[in-house]
């Protein structure tokens, strides 16, 4: 998450040194409701002990309203296309929401061979 976050401060920033203002806080999609909670939560509990400063970094962009954190389920979770071994199911569910499609596969309209003009 932490990386993800410096990623879109940096995009915010690009933005706005091409003068593009986005005020809205980014959203960055979790499936992880434990890594959200702490995230948002300010306050440390003995199982957070071990918590290092990149949470603090979230923390801090959560709180100043910069970042949001909107829970995603994780079937929804584009990113897992890019980041894990699905089945074939999943995959194409996945690249369909993306918008990909397979340049080889056939078509329902025929070829252009096949045309009568």
Same mark, same amino acid.
């Given at each position: 998450?932490?990386?993800? !976050?410096?990623?879109?401060?940096?995009?915010?920033?690009? +933005?706005?040194?091409?003068k593009i203002a986005h005020e809205e806080p980014m959203k960055m999609f979790c499936d992880n409701q434990a890594a959200r909670h702490i995230a948002a939560n300010p306050v440390f509990h003995e199982r957070t002990k071990h918590i290092e400063?990149?949470?603090?970094? #979230?923390?801090?962009?959560?709180?100043?309203?910069? #970042?949001?954190?909107?829970?995603?389920?994780? *079937?929804?979770? +584009?990113?897992?296309? @890019?980041? *894990?071994? +699905?089945?074939?199911? !999943? @995959?194409? &569910?996945?690249?369909? *929401?993306?918008?990909?499609?397979? #340049?080889? *596969?056939?078509?329902?309209?025929?070829?252009?061979? &096949? &045309?009568? &003009?």
């Open positions: 998450m932490a990386s993800t !976050a410096s990623e879109l401060t940096w995009i915010k920033q690009l +933005l706005a040194d091409l400063v990149d949470c603090h970094f #979230i923390r801090e962009k959560i709180q100043a309203k910069d #970042i949001e954190t909107p829970y995603v389920k994780s *079937k929804d979770q +584009l990113a897992d296309i @890019f980041t *894990k071994g +699905l089945s074939i199911k !999943a @995959f194409e &569910n996945i690249s369909c *929401k993306l918008g990909l499609y397979d #340049i080889y *596969k056939p078509s329902l309209r025929g070829s252009v061979e &096949n &045309n009568d &003009n």
